[in-house]
């Protein structure tokens, strides 16, 4: 398993979709730093209606309110296409195929390579956010979020962490609709036309699903107690949803014709 992993590593990274996509998203997340400390007034906001003022322990996540978006319509559908639907497209999937590869084990390797992608960009935002408050905000002793207690550094650092946690199992949310969308179109660029297309749509039939567009909102409020838990439920289920159903078809459809 881990030398397809390996594989499946190495075919990623020698797409340059990969390197250009991860390196925009390293400048804007050097660009949202440079964008709260000199462009907003050292401000932000938990929701419409909560405005903050940002200090050196509460900076962190919000790094995530403006990259959600190139995340969650840029970034992970374009990964996801290629690795689930352009190789197929392209004939590249037929040679990996040639070898005596199970497709349960081929698809868990894409999957994990993605989720584990996701995961370094997940830690890389909580760190240089954290970093970057210590360095460049104004120095706080103590802190208090969205409808929370008041915190020590120590406090608002679990807090971040917990934050980005949830921002975590939403993007593999994401990766677990465009798992799916990407096996069952045929073709790369309706692929990533339908999945951009499902994550806005998804706000016309409720409003639960907004966190597919821009999640901070709805964290701050479930860490702070303001709303349920439905977001968390939702955004587990397509994760886990998207995954077998990719699962289920990769099984049942034959990739060598």
Not at 73 to 92: C, Q
Not at 107 to 136: D, H, N, Y
Not at 161 to 166: D, E, G, K, L
Request: aromatic fraction near 14%.
């Amino acid at each position: 398993m881990l030398a397809l992993m390996k594989s499946e590593w190495e075919r990623m990274w020698g797409r340059k979709k990969t390197k250009y996509t991860l390196l925009v998203f390293v400048f804007l997340l050097l660009f949202e730093c440079y964008f709260l400390w000199g462009m907003t007034g050292r401000r932000s906001f938990y929701d419409p209606n909560h405005v903050v003022h940002l200090n050196s322990l509460n900076t962190a996540p919000f790094l995530l309110r403006e990259l959600a978006l190139y995340l969650h319509l840029v970034l992970i559908p374009m990964l996801v296409v290629d690795s689930f639907n352009a190789e197929n497209t392209s004939g590249a999937l037929r040679m990996v195929l040639l070898r005596p590869i199970a497709y349960t084990r081929l698809v868990m390797a894409k999957w994990l390579v993605l989720a584990l992608l996701l995961l370094g960009i997940v830690l890389s935002m909580l760190i240089v956010g954290t970093l970057f408050a210590k360095l460049a905000m104004p120095y706080a002793e103590t802190v208090a979020f969205l409808n929370t207690d008041t915190y020590t550094a120590v406090g608002a650092f679990i807090f971040s962490v917990r934050f980005y946690s949830i921002a975590y199992i939403v993007l593999l949310a994401v990766l677990g609709v465009g798992c799916f969308v990407s096996t069952v179109l045929p073709h790369p660029i309706l692929s990533y036309s339908a999945i951009v297309g499902l994550l806005i749509g998804s706000l016309y039939v409720s409003s639960h699903f907004l966190f597919f567009l821009g999640p901070s909102d709805s964290i701050f409020q479930l860490i702070g107690g303001v709303k349920g838990s439905e977001m968390y439920w939702i955004a587990l289920v397509c994760a886990i949803m998207g995954y077998v159903m990719t699962l289920w078809i990769w099984r049942r459809r034959d990739w060598m014709n």
